[in-house]
Every structure is written in C-alpha cells, then in structure tokens.
C-alpha cells in the first residue's frame, strides 16, 4: 500500500516550547508508577501552566541510585509579547507544582537531572527545596549536589539544579476513522510506535478534543473544532469538513526534543495505524500560521 495515497495535503502547525528532562526513581513499583503518571497526567500548556510525559521507563541499572526509575519531560510555552526570561519563570513555578503536589508527597521519590546539554539550569532550591521550611539541606550523592527535603516519611531527594531546553511543541496527526473500535486500535498503535523514539512524548495519548485557535468563548481557551464533529455535520451542511463515512477523529500530539525526533515519531505512529481495519486516512491539526513557527508536510515524512 502507498501511504501517501491515503495522507491528506496538508501539515501539522507546531511550536517552539520550553522543557526539562528528569529521572524520577522510587523504591515501589507502583507508587513509581504512581508519581509518574500522577506528574504528567493534564495536558495543560493550553491555560497557561505546564503538561509532560513518560518518555521511557527504566530498571535499576538505568538509574542514578540503582531504583527502578522513569523519564520524565515537562513542558512549557515560550509567551508571547514575553521576555524568555519571563517564561522560564512561569515554566519554573509551574514545573514546582508538579513536582512537589504529584512526586515529593509520594514516599520514597527522588528526583534527577537527564538532559545532558542544557541550555540553562533552574535551581529547584527555591520553590521545591524549601518545602523543607529552612530545615533541607545538601549532600554530595550519586556523584551530583542532591537537595534534601526532610518529610515525615523520610526524605524526598531532589537534584539541585535541573536542566532546560528549547524544543517542538504541538506537533500531531489526526486518526480519520469510520469505526469506534478503530480509534482504539489505532490509537494504541500509534502510541506503542511513538513511544520507541527517544526524545518525545504524548501528553494527550489518544486526544479526543482536537481544537481550534479562535472561540465565541476566549475566557476558556480553545474550544472545539466544530468543521470536524460529526455530531454536528448535518446542522453545519456544506461548513462541515468530516469527509464521507469518517465518523471519528482523534488527533495524537507530539512534544520531541528536536525537530528530527518529532518527525520520526510522526512517520513511525503513522505507519503504524495505516493496516488498521476502519482508518480511512490521516490528516493534521494547522491554523493558518496562528499557533506556531513550525509547519511540518506530511508528505515530506514519507519521500
């Protein structure tokens, strides 16, 4: 089958984003588990705040401290009409919350430092380390300057400066299905591939709720892509964009390291849906050049 038969002419719009790379390690397998998907749970850059994702999972011969551990990326969005400076502010407060509320209430975490080429550092003394309320102090372990937060259940672990970068934001595909149980294998599908690419995460998984950039309600944010609902195709007629027999949309987005990361993760998730009985195609999610810098060609993934 050639795969470009069935890809619409179109791109998908992405955009430059602030991230940081970490290992997180427990004792516990699922109390791990737990903090990890806990962290990275709300997809959220959209309002403001910052959203991650699981990008690996690791045994204890991974890990700086010999635990079973995981890669974590967190994200956050470069503002507009804003300083970077200001941003990484937002982005550090922001990456505080999901660290202290989501990891360091869960016994026996500890957290590390993984992008080994940052373009800055943040010092997590400030909004993370605190939490020891001036009693948390620093020891030389693991080869690196770990902050230590006394707690009631001793102690949580924290390397003292974590590492931040530019990357891709946003970067997706849309799943055009005729079937429910097509989204649901597809969906895996895609998800399954991508996540074999080092360097990139789902923040959404399987996204139900493609948006677009322009609202009758600007207080909410994005709101729904109506020309793509099939609930509403007949009320919309000839504004309706659903092609014939598409009944169901969900849309993957990636966050990658580096364009290169993204693409490939791009190609590879969709290769991987093209045999699913009922996908009739893949499309992408662009705003005319109103969301982002970055216009990626689906058919540029596959020369």
Not at 18 to 33: H, M
Not at 156 to 168: P, T
Not at 185 to 203: D, M, R, S, W
Not at 246 to 264: H, R, T, W
């Amino acid at each position: 089958m050639n795969i470009k038969n069935k890809i619409a002419n179109t791109y998908a719009e992405a955009f430059a984003g602030i991230y940081s790379r970490i290992v997180l390690t427990a004792d516990d397998k699922n109390i791990l588990t737990r903090a990890a998907e806990d962290s990275t749970s709300t997809p959220s850059v959209v309002i403001g705040r910052v959203e991650g994702g699981i990008e690996k999972w690791l045994d204890e011969t991974q890990t700086p401290d010999n635990r079973k551990g995981a890669i974590l990326q967190f994200w956050g969005a470069i503002q507009k009409k804003k300083t970077i400076q200001d941003s990484l502010a937002k982005f550090e407060t922001e990456l505080s919350y999901r660290i202290r509320q989501d990891i360091l209430v869960k016994p026996f975490t500890a957290v590390f430092n993984a992008l080994s080429k940052p373009e800055g550092k943040i010092d997590m003394m400030v909004h993370v380390g605190h939490c020891g309320d001036g009693y948390e102090w620093i020891e030389n372990r693991y080869g690196k300057e770990i902050i230590i937060v006394p707690l009631m259940v001793p102690d949580f672990m924290i390397e003292r400066y974590l590492g931040y970068a530019k990357g891709i934001m946003g970067a997706n595909f849309w799943i055009m299905c005729k079937t429910k149980k097509a989204v649901s294998q597809a969906g895996q599908k895609a998800l399954n591939a991508i996540h074999k690419i080092k360097g990139v995460v789902t923040p959404f998984d399987v996204c139900s709720a493609g948006s677009k950039t322009e609202s009758h309600f600007p207080l909410i944010g994005p709101t729904t892509n109506h020309p793509y609902c099939f609930s509403l195709k007949k009320k919309l007629g000839s504004k309706s964009m659903l092609p014939e027999n598409v009944k169901y949309i969900p849309e993957i987005v990636i966050n990658g390291v580096s364009m290169e990361a993204v693409k490939e993760a791009m190609k590879k998730g969709i290769e991987a849906v093209m045999q699913v009985d009922g996908v009739a195609g893949i499309s992408a999610g662009n705003y005319g050049g109103k969301l982002g810098e970055y216009k990626i060609e689906l058919a540029e993934l596959f020369p």
